[in-house]
């Protein structure tokens, strides 16, 4: 299942509401994850099952969508929010990635 | 706290084997299946595939099957993957990750640099 994910890179502004899209290829029910990676680090997992967010991730995050269409949202971007975000699905092997979104600064 | 502890950076030439690992700790080791994941440099991440620890069932990428090898020693909660033959390809980040509605706790990773 091939996931794509759009736009692969914006600019924003702190305090802007970003909106990231992953369309599947194949339906894949709610089984969605989204990941935060910075630089050097190891990513992070922020929302699984397509909208639970997870322990200790801010409330400005957010999961919506199913099947094939799935969004991840920043209400409100923080500077500590500029990162590479990958949305994967954990529905059928093999498993796979996004291509990946890089949120910069404008 | 629950935590996933990688094996060191290496460095090796083409056609070396190399064994890296993962250790589990503050977890019932056996309880979630151990994620492989690549990311090479300035690209993003690549599924490689997956090992239950409690029986060592795999799962592979068809991107890395026959080139990689899982496995896992339940007896010291330590997850391995292993190349018989590296490749300048390879050369890469390699991440484990517990598996657990997504990915809920990942390795430091793990830099394999191959060079001549």
């Known amino acids: 299942i091939q996931l794509t994910q759009s736009p692969s890179s914006l600019s924003a502004s702190v305090g802007d509401r970003v909106t990231i899209t992953c369309r599947a290829s194949?339906?894949?029910?709610?089984?969605l994850a989204w990941y935060q990676q910075k630089p050097g680090k190891a990513p992070k997992v922020l929302i699984s099952?397509?909208?639970t967010l997870q322990s200790g991730v801010p409330s400005r995050f957010s999961g919506n969508g199913s099947w094939t269409d799935f969004t991840l949202t920043i209400t409100s971007l923080q500077p500590e929010d500029f990162a590479t975000y990958y949305c994967?699905?954990?529905?059928?092997?093999?498993?796979?990635f996004g291509g990946g979104t890089k949120v910069e600064i404008k | 706290e629950v935590q996933l502890v990688q094996s060191g950076a290496e460095v090796k030439k083409p056609g070396e084997s190399l064994r890296i690992s993962c250790k589990g700790s503050?977890?019932?080791?056996?309880?979630?299946?151990i994620t492989w994941v690549r990311q090479m440099p300035g690209k993003g991440l690549e599924w490689m595939g997956n090992?239950?620890?409690?029986?060592?069932?795999?799962n592979y990428s068809p991107s890395f099957q026959g080139h990689v090898t899982f496995s896992a020693d339940r007896s010291i909660s330590t997850a391995y993957l292993q190349w018989s033959s590296l490749k300048a390809s390879d050369i890469a980040i390699y991440y484990c990750?517990?598996?657990?509605?997504?990915?809920?706790?990942w390795g430091q990773g793990t830099t394999v640099t191959v060079s001549s």
């Open positions: 994967q699905q954990d529905d059928t092997y093999p498993l796979t």
């Open positions: 099952t397509a909208s």
């Open positions: 194949k339906g894949i029910s709610h089984y």
């Open positions: 990750a517990r598996r657990n509605r997504g990915l809920d706790v």
């Open positions: 503050g977890y019932i080791f056996t309880n979630y299946w």
């Open positions: 090992i239950d620890p409690s029986d060592s069932y795999t």
